[in-house]
Protein backbone atom coordinates (compact mmCIF):
# COMPACT_ATOMS: atom_id res chain seq x y z
CA UNK A 1 0.00 0.00 0.00
CA UNK A 2 1.49 3.62 -0.90
CA UNK A 3 1.62 6.35 2.11
CA UNK A 4 -1.40 8.41 3.18
CA UNK A 5 -1.05 12.03 3.37
CA UNK A 6 -1.14 13.77 6.70
CA UNK A 7 -2.65 17.79 6.57
CA UNK A 8 -1.23 20.77 7.82
CA UNK A 9 -2.42 21.80 11.27
CA UNK A 10 -5.17 23.93 10.11
CA UNK A 11 -6.89 21.72 7.89
CA UNK A 12 -9.58 18.91 8.05
CA UNK A 13 -8.36 15.92 5.86
CA UNK A 14 -10.77 13.99 3.80
CA UNK A 15 -10.60 10.66 1.91
CA UNK A 16 -12.73 10.69 -1.43
CA UNK A 17 -12.96 7.29 -2.70
CA UNK A 18 -13.98 7.77 -6.10
CA UNK A 19 -13.17 5.54 -9.38
CA UNK A 20 -13.55 8.21 -12.28
CA UNK A 21 -10.50 9.76 -13.38
CA UNK A 22 -12.17 13.21 -14.50
CA UNK A 23 -14.30 13.51 -11.39
CA UNK A 24 -11.46 12.42 -8.95
CA UNK A 25 -9.19 15.14 -9.99
CA UNK A 26 -12.03 17.74 -10.06
CA UNK A 27 -13.15 16.68 -6.68
CA UNK A 28 -9.64 16.97 -5.44
CA UNK A 29 -8.50 20.15 -6.70
CA UNK A 30 -12.11 21.65 -5.72
CA UNK A 31 -10.94 20.13 -1.99
CA UNK A 32 -7.63 21.51 -1.91
CA UNK A 33 -8.86 25.10 -2.85
CA UNK A 34 -11.21 25.39 -0.28
CA UNK A 35 -8.30 24.12 2.24
CA UNK A 36 -8.92 20.82 3.10
CA UNK A 37 -6.44 18.03 2.91
CA UNK A 38 -7.54 15.44 0.93
CA UNK A 39 -6.64 11.93 0.06
CA UNK A 40 -8.01 10.09 -3.17
CA UNK A 41 -8.22 6.59 -3.72
CA UNK A 42 -9.70 5.09 -6.84
CA UNK A 43 -11.36 2.08 -5.57
CA UNK A 44 -12.53 0.55 -2.37
CA UNK A 45 -9.95 -2.00 -1.03
CA UNK A 46 -7.81 -0.17 0.42
CA UNK A 47 -9.85 2.07 2.69
CA UNK A 48 -10.06 0.03 5.38
CA UNK A 49 -5.88 0.37 5.69
CA UNK A 50 -6.13 3.93 4.80
CA UNK A 51 -8.13 4.20 7.97
CA UNK A 52 -6.21 2.62 9.96
CA UNK A 53 -3.32 4.88 9.00
CA UNK A 54 -4.71 8.17 8.90
CA UNK A 55 -7.17 10.35 11.30
CA UNK A 56 -9.82 10.95 8.93
CA UNK A 57 -12.66 13.85 9.25
CA UNK A 58 -15.21 12.67 6.65
CA UNK A 59 -14.95 10.63 3.43
CA UNK A 60 -16.84 11.21 0.44
CA UNK A 61 -17.53 7.70 -1.36
CA UNK A 62 -18.88 6.56 -4.81
CA UNK A 63 -20.78 2.88 -4.90
CA UNK A 64 -20.49 1.97 -7.92
CA UNK A 65 -16.55 1.51 -7.34
CA UNK A 66 -14.41 -1.47 -9.27
CA UNK A 67 -13.45 -4.52 -6.57
CA UNK A 68 -14.71 -3.58 -3.38
CA UNK A 69 -18.26 -1.78 -4.40
CA UNK A 70 -19.10 1.33 -2.60
CA UNK A 71 -21.72 0.03 -0.09
CA UNK A 72 -19.75 -2.90 0.75
CA UNK A 73 -16.96 -0.26 2.04
CA UNK A 74 -20.18 1.48 4.09
CA UNK A 75 -21.33 -1.70 5.90
CA UNK A 76 -17.82 -2.61 6.70
CA UNK A 77 -16.90 0.86 7.83
CA UNK A 78 -19.86 0.66 10.21
CA UNK A 79 -19.80 -2.98 11.15
CA UNK A 80 -16.29 -1.40 12.60
CA UNK A 81 -17.45 0.33 14.86
CA UNK A 82 -16.46 3.17 12.94
CA UNK A 83 -17.94 6.66 13.67
CA UNK A 84 -16.69 8.32 10.57
CA UNK A 85 -19.21 10.92 8.77
CA UNK A 86 -19.44 9.73 5.31
CA UNK A 87 -20.97 11.60 1.93
CA UNK A 88 -22.36 9.05 -0.67
CA UNK A 89 -21.76 10.84 -3.77
CA UNK A 90 -23.35 8.53 -7.15
CA UNK A 91 -25.36 8.31 -9.62
CA UNK A 92 -28.00 5.83 -8.11
CA UNK A 93 -30.41 8.09 -7.71
CA UNK A 94 -33.57 5.81 -7.07
CA UNK A 95 -35.43 6.26 -3.57
CA UNK A 96 -34.81 2.55 -3.14
CA UNK A 97 -31.12 3.62 -3.22
CA UNK A 98 -31.20 6.87 -1.17
CA UNK A 99 -32.82 4.13 1.51
CA UNK A 100 -30.23 1.80 1.25
CA UNK A 101 -27.66 3.96 1.68
CA UNK A 102 -28.33 5.20 4.66
CA UNK A 103 -29.78 2.67 6.20
CA UNK A 104 -26.58 1.00 6.03
CA UNK A 105 -24.70 3.83 7.44
CA UNK A 106 -24.65 6.93 5.32
CA UNK A 107 -24.34 10.26 7.02
CA UNK A 108 -25.88 12.03 3.79
CA UNK A 109 -25.94 11.42 0.04
CA UNK A 110 -26.06 13.17 -2.99
CA UNK A 111 -26.71 12.31 -6.45
CA UNK A 112 -24.42 12.63 -9.35
CA UNK A 113 -24.60 14.89 -11.23
CA UNK A 114 -24.53 17.78 -8.64
CA UNK A 115 -23.43 21.32 -8.02
CA UNK A 116 -20.64 21.81 -6.42
CA UNK A 117 -21.68 24.55 -4.15
CA UNK A 118 -24.14 22.10 -2.93
CA UNK A 119 -21.38 19.28 -2.27
CA UNK A 120 -19.36 21.95 -0.06
CA UNK A 121 -22.27 23.03 2.16
CA UNK A 122 -23.31 19.39 3.05
CA UNK A 123 -19.20 18.60 3.72
CA UNK A 124 -19.21 21.25 5.93
CA UNK A 125 -22.36 20.36 8.27
CA UNK A 126 -21.21 16.59 7.95
CA UNK A 127 -17.54 18.11 9.53
CA UNK A 128 -19.47 20.24 11.86
CA UNK A 129 -21.64 17.29 12.95
CA UNK A 130 -18.64 14.89 13.18
CA UNK A 131 -16.77 17.26 15.16
CA UNK A 132 -19.21 17.46 18.01
CA UNK A 133 -19.70 13.82 18.12
CA UNK A 134 -15.97 12.65 18.21
CA UNK A 135 -14.19 15.44 20.03
CA UNK A 136 -12.98 14.14 22.87
CA UNK A 137 -9.60 15.14 23.75
CA UNK A 138 -6.62 12.46 23.99
CA UNK A 139 -4.41 12.32 26.86
CA UNK A 140 -1.41 10.30 27.44
CA UNK A 141 2.24 10.62 29.37
CA UNK A 142 1.22 14.37 30.39
CA UNK A 143 -0.09 15.53 26.74
CA UNK A 144 -3.37 16.85 25.91
CA UNK A 145 -4.36 16.94 22.45
CA UNK A 146 -7.35 17.94 21.03
CA UNK A 147 -8.04 16.33 17.09
CA UNK A 148 -10.82 19.15 16.68
CA UNK A 149 -8.48 22.49 17.69
CA UNK A 150 -5.90 20.14 16.45
CA UNK A 151 -3.98 21.95 19.38
CA UNK A 152 -1.42 19.99 22.43
CA UNK A 153 -0.67 20.96 25.72
CA UNK A 154 2.25 19.54 27.41
CA UNK A 155 3.83 21.02 30.80
CA UNK A 156 1.40 23.48 31.22
CA UNK A 157 1.94 25.02 27.73
CA UNK A 158 0.88 24.68 24.62
CA UNK A 159 2.85 23.11 21.64
CA UNK A 160 4.00 24.05 17.97
CA UNK A 161 4.46 21.43 16.02
CA UNK A 162 4.92 20.72 12.17
CA UNK A 163 2.08 18.72 10.42
CA UNK A 164 4.32 15.44 10.23
CA UNK A 165 5.15 15.85 13.76
CA UNK A 166 1.54 16.37 14.83
CA UNK A 167 0.41 13.71 12.61
CA UNK A 168 2.51 11.25 13.70
CA UNK A 169 1.94 12.07 17.81
CA UNK A 170 -1.70 12.02 16.69
CA UNK A 171 -1.32 8.41 15.72
CA UNK A 172 0.25 7.08 18.51
CA UNK A 173 -1.96 8.74 21.18
CA UNK A 174 -4.60 7.05 19.54
CA UNK A 175 -2.94 4.00 20.16
CA UNK A 176 -1.45 4.94 23.54
CA UNK A 177 -0.33 1.93 24.97
CA UNK A 178 0.30 -0.31 22.17
CA UNK A 179 3.25 -0.18 19.62
CA UNK A 180 2.76 1.07 16.03
CA UNK A 181 5.48 0.23 13.39
CA UNK A 182 7.18 2.31 11.41
CA UNK A 183 5.38 1.39 8.71
CA UNK A 184 2.42 2.89 9.96
CA UNK A 185 3.86 5.91 10.77
CA UNK A 186 5.11 6.62 7.34
CA UNK A 187 1.59 5.97 5.89
CA UNK A 188 0.43 8.70 8.57
CA UNK A 189 2.81 11.34 6.84
CA UNK A 190 3.19 10.63 3.38
CA UNK A 191 1.08 11.43 -0.16
CA UNK A 192 0.35 8.18 -1.78
CA UNK A 193 2.78 7.11 -4.58
CA UNK A 194 5.21 9.80 -2.72
CA UNK A 195 8.84 8.55 -2.02
CA UNK A 196 9.27 7.30 1.73
CA UNK A 197 12.77 8.85 3.29
CA UNK A 198 14.74 5.67 5.02
CA UNK A 199 14.96 7.41 8.47
CA UNK A 200 12.09 9.99 8.43
CA UNK A 201 10.13 8.25 11.03
CA UNK A 202 13.08 8.27 13.00
CA UNK A 203 13.65 11.91 12.85
CA UNK A 204 10.35 12.74 13.35
CA UNK A 205 10.53 11.05 17.23
CA UNK A 206 13.08 12.22 17.89
CA UNK A 207 11.92 15.76 17.35
CA UNK A 208 8.91 14.87 20.06
CA UNK A 209 11.38 13.16 22.41
CA UNK A 210 13.27 16.38 22.48
CA UNK A 211 9.72 18.40 23.50
CA UNK A 212 8.78 15.54 25.55
CA UNK A 213 11.01 14.28 27.21
CA UNK A 214 13.60 10.95 26.38
CA UNK A 215 10.78 8.56 28.11
CA UNK A 216 7.50 9.95 26.45
CA UNK A 217 7.84 7.71 23.35
CA UNK A 218 9.34 4.32 23.88
CA UNK A 219 11.03 1.84 21.13
CA UNK A 220 10.94 -1.85 20.49
CA UNK A 221 13.63 -2.93 17.94
CA UNK A 222 12.25 -4.45 15.12
CA UNK A 223 8.15 -3.62 16.33
CA UNK A 224 7.45 -0.04 16.52
CA UNK A 225 6.92 2.83 18.96
CA UNK A 226 4.64 3.66 21.94
CA UNK A 227 3.59 6.29 23.81
CA UNK A 228 2.42 4.93 27.17
CA UNK A 229 -1.16 5.51 28.63
Known sequence: MAPLASSGTDQLRILLVEDDEQLGETLEQAFVLEQYAVDWLRGGE??????????????????????VP????????????HALPVL??????????????????????LTKPFEMDELFARVRSL???????????????????????????????ELTLTAREYAILEILMRN???????????????RWGEEVGSNTVEVYISRLRKRLGGNAIETLRGVGY????
Open 226 to 229: RIPQ
Open 127 to 157: LRRGSVQRGTELQAAGVTLDPIERRVEFDGG
Open 46 to 67: PVRAALSATPYDLMVLDLGLPG
Open 88 to 109: VLTARGTVADKVDGLDSGADDY
Open 176 to 190: AGRFVSRARLEEGIY
Open 70 to 81: GMQVLRQLRADK
